[in-house]
């Protein structure tokens, strides 16, 4: 792994390495598994972005504090990749990250201090997700 890997950002990184290819890859793999097991039942994959991946004055601060170059990272561009992979891979998307985004007080939606969505988040998370998820369960 990337030495930033812990954070998520390094696949924010503008040039493609190898190593990002195999973890979407592993990803992929693992989706695949999961639609298999699920047989009839859809399945929908929910991009879920931590604080630096809806923000992007925290996106800023966390690649300086991780002591990255901002010019060779672009916010939104992992969210991307994934789920250009998975939308090819012929799984639905969903990307939580602009409605989160367009709320007023963002850090609200965490925990202080954490990347784990606060009860708001976890609220505003399941208002993006619910219309999706009953317009596949009507779909079967």
């Known amino acids: 792994f990337p030495p930033n890997h812990e954070k998520g950002l ?3 990184a503008r040039e493609e390495t190898e190593s990002m290819r195999n973890i979407m890859t592993r990803m ?4 695949g598994k999961v639609r298999d097991a699920a047989g009839d039942t859809p399945v929908l994959v929910a991009l879920l972005p931590a604080p630096e991946h809806v923000s992007t004055s925290q996106f800023r601060a966390k ?9 060779q990272h672009r916010f939104g561009l992992a969210r991307k990749r994934l789920a250009d992979r998975a939308k090819t891979a012929g799984f639905r998307v969903v990307d939580v990250a602009e409605a989160l985004a367009s709320n007023a007080d963002i850090d609200s ?7 784990h969505y606060s009860p708001a988040g976890h609220s505003a998370v399941a208002d993006v997700l619910r219309p999706h998820v009953e317009r ?5």
């Open 28 to 31: 992929l793999s693992a989706l």
């Open 136 to 140: 596949s369960l009507r779909a079967r």
């Open 109 to 115: 939606l965490f925990i202080p201090g954490d990347f």
């Open 10 to 12: 390094f696949l924010d």
């Open 63 to 71: 690649l300086e504090g991780l002591g990255l170059a901002a010019d």
